[in-house]
């Protein structure tokens, strides 16, 4: 069943995410997919993640789908103008793939020095509007295709954000833009992500929440004080502090928040690192 149609469905719906390589070998990106393949029902394939120079993520998404794997081709509005946008997002669709989450992308700043010079013509939004006018037939400029793409198109969300309303009025236009599915930033609040969800319950789209397992205490310190929007409870926080073994610990809490919050979302999409083995044990376990 195509990603699409799971969440359509109504069945409760797993991603997880894949980096490409920082080279020119696939092998190890697409064994680590396979392993994942019936486990989940998609992979996102990164799209520079962080500001970090990779290879082109269409390739990737076209390699997983020969093996069988729905991918998800995230797309960075950093990186390219939009007639560099939209020729890939063609490229992608001749390739095979289907589905595509439309990110703004991370300011290439890192150290207090520009990695590269951002683009940033067009934001995550303005992207949904071009995947949907692709997808009538026409380019940016009403241009006439000679074909056109029909992608599932998706967005994200940052539930835990320091402005709340100023981050759902931003999810309407991206779901009024054509975003179907929307993926969440990670989430550790239980009860914020509760209040957020009703505060989100009459929006059209399929949410999964994103989860990322803790491994130790000082990376449950640097998600709570460093990522923006992103809160960890001072309950969570102890437990990883006391833990003997930290990231069973962070697979159990995991487990937990997904346990509590399947009510309130349609999924679950995985956020760890390239690290297929705590997916294939938190699975197991929900």
Do not use: W
């Amino acid at each position: 069943m195509s990603f699409k149609n799971s969440l359509d469905s109504g069945k409760f719906t797993l991603t997880a995410e894949i980096f490409p390589p920082k080279g020119v070998d696939l092998s190890d990106a697409v064994k680590k997919a396979v392993q994942l393949k019936g486990i989940v029902n998609a992979i996102n394939v990164t799209d520079n993640q962080r500001a970090v120079m990779r290879m082109n993520p269409i390739v990737l998404c076209h390699k997983l789908n020969h093996e069988g794997i729905d991918s998800i081709l995230q797309m960075s509005c950093r990186d390219r103008n939009s007639m560099g946008l939209s020729s890939d997002l063609l490229a992608a669709f001749a390739l095979g793939v289907r589905n595509v989450l439309s990110i703004t992308g991370d300011y290439p700043l890192r150290e207090g020095k520009v990695l590269a010079k951002p683009v940033f013509e067009l934001d995550s939004v303005q992207l949904l509007d071009l995947i949907k006018t692709l997808g009538r037939g026409f380019d940016i400029h009403r241009t006439s295709l000679s074909s056109k793409p029909s992608f599932f198109a998706g967005a994200v969300v940052n539930p835990g954000s320091e402005q709340p309303d100023l981050q759902i009025i931003k999810l309407k236009k991206k779901i009024d833009a054509g975003a179907e599915f929307i993926q969440t930033q990670v989430v550790y609040d239980t009860e914020g992500f509760k209040k957020f969800r009703e505060e989100t319950s009459g929006l059209k789209a399929k949410f999964l929440l994103g989860v990322f397992p803790l491994k130790s205490f000082k990376t449950a310190v640097f998600m709570n004080e460093k990522v923006p929007g992103v809160k960890v409870p001072d309950g969570i926080l102890k437990r990883m502090e006391g833990s003997r073994s930290p990231a069973e610990e962070g697979v159990d809490i995991a487990v937990e928040i997904i346990t509590k919050l399947k009510p309130y979302c349609d999924g679950v999409h995985f956020m760890t690192m390239n690290d297929v083995e705590v997916v294939k044990e938190i699975v197991a376990k929900i």
